[in-house]
């Protein structure tokens, strides 16, 4: 640490900081633009200026930037100086002079950076005489409203769009007072992470169109922290809502996961919570075969679901990777946990067993995004990460300028001098390799791809591990590149300070997971100490719902065979996206009775006798394991309303009143979590993963609504003048009113960033041990998954070579970052960017088939046809086809599989 | 009293009958301090440099051969020399001249500085709006190479190097160093921050790069043809060599002048050389080192200690046209555009036509000159048009002093310097249209 003065005290900061860092650290209000934590520095906004003194003699000192000023022993300045604050005012005046006046109908007005750093200043009287200038705004697509005459020209945008996330199709444009960001054409803005542009903006150029459809004030939104449902990195976003629906989602900073950024599939498809097809009565079947259903009271579907009960011969219970660790444990502690499937089709179920046994075994436990991100030389085997796990696709980016910056450490630049790194770095990239089937969207920083089928893709990770150590088995008949290819990997990774293997179940390939985990213990014993294995998982809780050990949904289909079992209870999972419509339709067929619990209409939902609404992540409590599998708390910032219930509740009352067990003794989060802490010792933890409902500060809960919550008594008063009592929240230390603690909640708890001044979400810096450090007293979550020491080994099939084909296509599943997530699809604003259906084909074989791009491929799958237009890939192999994955009214499941083409 | 020009740079150029051909050149002498140059050890030439005390004649004058000393040689990386031919400050037009008539000039001078700092490969950034010039300098550039003076193994000394001539994009920022090399570097041209680009260490492509101006390169060839110390021995002290002046404005006989630096005064070069002002005008101010530079007022007295101690106390006539006396003077020698203006002309008016040039060239990078120099040239042009306030003539200085020193590059300078000058030397002139305005005005206008 450093000793640094500023205004006459000491302090101790760190030297690897910028001053404006550690100002904002030690607490000062030093306003800024063009910084951002994640962004470094570049300079331009001039906004942070403070006096600069070169020792205790120099009275004089200069106006610096302190974005500009490494920190370092004896570093003396002075913020409150005259003439410094009367040149952050300026500023201030300086951009205020073409910034229109239009606050009160501002997106941003209310938790605006830009307001905030003008009280900052105080500047308040207008010098300006002139007429503002004038943009043109754009269409950027259904995610981001643009707003151009508010710019203040601060750059962060392209920096963020452009540099960070690799986009290029947001630039400035323009030079002088008329820069200009935008898009050379109006258009959807096509980089997966846009989102984050509403953020990232200072003031109300970028703005959430998503929001705007149903727009509040940041004040008038009650919110909890929630962790996203989309994939399974688990980004912690806090969700907000007003008048009964979710209005928007924002990021939730987690320094070893998401950081400051979200994917737009995790920030707009929320509106999923709040579309037609939402289920919010009970709804009975009488008549399965035909599609009549009526509106049951909860009263009446329990009385049904008792006499389905005592009626069964045997009742099983099929778990979702989609629903909380409490719901698929209070699922199987109903039926027995030899009745309990996980809810996947052994396709994936063995591919997730396989991969969650690899994360037991990484030597230093599963690895984290963070980790990702400061990784130096990374293998991707068999994922697709911008579009199985998209935040870890942008952790992934950042990665490849590791090495170069290693590699030249003598320069000496500060790592948050981001100008100065960006051109030092130039066009050099450290060590990142693809092996997917098709061109994915991190293949522009790829230093080699490996584009092959899925056991060719396991050959290479096997070789790889091989020629890392050759301890591990050689693979026999690689060809000469794929070799080759292997050797450079190889190098890279044992060149490497912080290597990294990323796989994952995208190909439902246990061998490539078994490859990736070879390669990461071959690592550990040639004494890379910092190898690390990240695991991708595709769903929500999949690692959760695995380490509750069910069975695959064969299984099932045995005991509904056997008459073991004629009666199903099926937890938020549509069976249909499983497995192929006439197994699945068996499967419905062979159950006597079924009872669906979920938070949407589904075609399994439409085939159940009972079912029963089930919240959203918006109107429940609950934990998700994620890929790391760390378990994360998410809170309902909506009381459910109606007849809508937790789905671990609902199951809890289904036992109560079935008899499977004590009446109440389900009907607490916090219960189901000590009964599951209890029966599954590897879970135990979760319990911890945020404070239980008893916890309190100082006797008080914790606000879901901001204290300058408008409303509190009128909210409702077009319905009643009584002020009806606020609803009560038995699972969690959260109020839904602004009552309650007024300073910062642990980090798990918190709904909301703001700080007296900093109405924006950039007041983060107040609740962050250290400015773009962990949260203060710890982030949340907790870690499962310890890992094993270096000496577990892997098992080590090797698959054999991939045969050569003339008849059939092999069809792998290929994904779809919008599309491929059953609930984001369903949200508005994600619908419009899902693709049209496709079929992906290697260009020979399209042309040995006689088609051309665009053209219909008729496929028979096992007993499955598909017909979709041809979408040519140049980078797919011939004898692949790619198939997406889940697409909405269009889904294929059970990939890979031999595919013949009809006519 | 006539005072002859010591044409050094221009020697032969608007001589009867030379042209920019290399027969020509060659004829004249040309291309022998290449040939000697080569026989030399490179440090030989460095050293010959600082001795020279040569100062860079793009605006700020910086001693050249201390630039050229901060060349980090250890980095591994290739070294590039970049000639600065962007040359937009309005009221200069020296490098044109050398480039139209004497292209081999500057391409010897630029091989011999190639040499000396073995340069891989040397660039000349020219300005778009001279691209008459840039295809003479390709032409020479291809003669030269056909003669081995360019190119591979020149004249036979196993030293090889290109000279590329890079088109800019139309914008003074191109011509701040760093700006330039993010140009040519296919961005946009924002200056960078130093530290820590200093491009004698981290310049084009983050390689040790070296960004001298058309006159400077020049100059190098004639420090290398006579000697570092002969050289120095030329104008005086700290201000060696020749400079070549750019007068323009409201003189009889406009025109570039070479002259040994400290020669001859402004007043000489004015009145004498120039012929003063128009006959019944009077003289009322000259800026002295192109329209950036502070102006200077006819009747000012300038007072104060001189570098090396000694007092003066000149008026405008007095001053002697160098780098150290007109900095003294609390101007610059800039690039050396002199603009002269005589009685007729109104202050008010002359500054809002530099503000618009200014607030349209700045880059946009940073806040101060981006947002600030736009709002100079919005009150100065309503001043101009009759549309004045009171409170403007303050607010003006208020700006101006906000900007200088505060930005990213030096052009927040180049903006507010003219402004802070104009202002605070002519006041009663901007305070007077305010009055006169405010008298015309009728009613309430919102703008």
Known sequence: MATITIDGQSYEADPSANLLQAALTLGFDLPYFCWHPALGSVGACRQCAVRQYRDEEDTTGQIVMACMVPVADGLRCSIVEPEAAEFRAEVIEWLMSNHPHDCPVCDEGGECHLQDMTVMTGHCKRRFRFPKRTFRNQYLGPFINHEMNRCIQCYRCVRFYGDYAGGSDLVAMAAHNHVYFGRHEEGILENEFSGNLV??????????KTLKHHYSRKWDMVSSPSVCSHCAVGCNTIASTRYGSVRRILNRYHHDINGYFLCDRGRFGYTFTDAADRLRRPLLHPDRERDVETVAEPAEAMK???????????????????????????????????????????????????????????????????????????????????NTAPRLALALRQSVRNEPIRADAGSRIPRWHDRAIRDFVQDRKGPLFIAWPASTRLDDLAAGTHRAAPDEIARLGFAVAHAIDPQSPAVTDLDDSASDLASRIARALKEADRPMVVSGTALRSPAIIAAAAATVHALRRTGSGGSSFLAVAPEANTIGDAMLEGAPLETLEQQLESGEVDTLVILENDIYRRLPAPATDRIISKARRIIALDSIATATTNRADVVLPAGSFAESDGTFVNHEGRAQRFFQPLPPAGDVLEAWRWIGRIAAETGTSKQNEWDRLDRVLTALARDCPELAPARDAAPDAAFRANGQRFPRAPRRFSGRTSILSHLSVHEPKPPEDSDSPLSFTMEGHSGQPPAALVSHYWSPGWNSSQALNKFQSEVAGPARGGDPGARLIPGNGPNERPSTAIPAPVPDDDQTLLAVPCYEVFGSDELSARAPAVAERIPKPYVALAPTDAEHHGLDSGDSLNLLIGELRVSAPVRLDPKLPPGLCGIPAGMPGWSVPHLPARASVVT | MAISEQRVILKHVDEPGYDPGIECYVRHGGYETLRKAVGMQPEEICRGVEVSEVRGRGGAGFPAGMKWKFLDRKSGKPIYLICNADESEPGTFKDRQIMHKDPHQLIEGMMVSAFAIQAALAFIYIREEMPQAARILEAAIDEARARGFVGEDILGSGYSCEIVVHRGAAAYICGEETGLIESLEGKRAYPRIKPPYFPAALGLYQCPTIVNNVETLCHVKHVVAIGGEAFARTGSPGNTGTRIW????????????????????????????????????????????GSSAKILRADERFTGKLKDGTEFDWGLN????????????????????????????????????????????????????????????KITKRMAEGGARTEDTDLLLSIGDQIAGRTICAFGEACAWPTQSFVSKFRDEFLAKASEDSGKRKGLRLV
Request: net charge negative.
């Open chain 1, 199 to 208: 953020e990232i903006c200072p003031t109300g150029v970028f703005t959430d």
């Open chain 1, 304 to 386: 049904r679901i008792r006499e389905i009960f005592s009626e069964a011969t045997g009742v099983a219970g099929i778990g979702s990777p989609r629903a909380s660790l409490e719901s698929n444990y209070a699922l199987r502690n109903l039926v027995g946990s030899g009745r309990f499937s996980s809810g996947l089709p052994r396709i994936e179920h063995d591919a997730t067993t396989a991969l969650l046994e690899a994360m037991r075994n990484a030597p230093d436990g599963p690895g984290s995004l963070r980790d990702a991100e400061r990784a130096d030389a990374v293998l991707i085997l068999g994922e697709d990460p911008n």
């Open chain 2, 246 to 289: 750019c007068v323009s404005g409201h003189v009889q006989r406009p025109g570039y002048y070479e002259f040994e630096c400290g020669a001859l005064t402004l007043g000489e070069m004015i009145h004498d050389v120039c012929g003063g002002v128009h006959p019944g005008r009077s003289l009322k101010a000259v800026i002295p080192g």
């Open chain 2, 318 to 377: 007095d001053i002697p046209l160098d780098f150290d006396s007109l900095m003294a003077c609390g101007s610059m020698s800039g690039s050396g555009g002199i603009i002269v203006m005589d009685d007729r002309v109104d202050m008010v008016e002359a500054l809002a036509n530099i503000n618009a040039f200014y607030s349209h060239e700045s880059c946009g990078q940073c806040t101060p000159c981006r947002e600030g120099s736009l709002w100079m040239k």
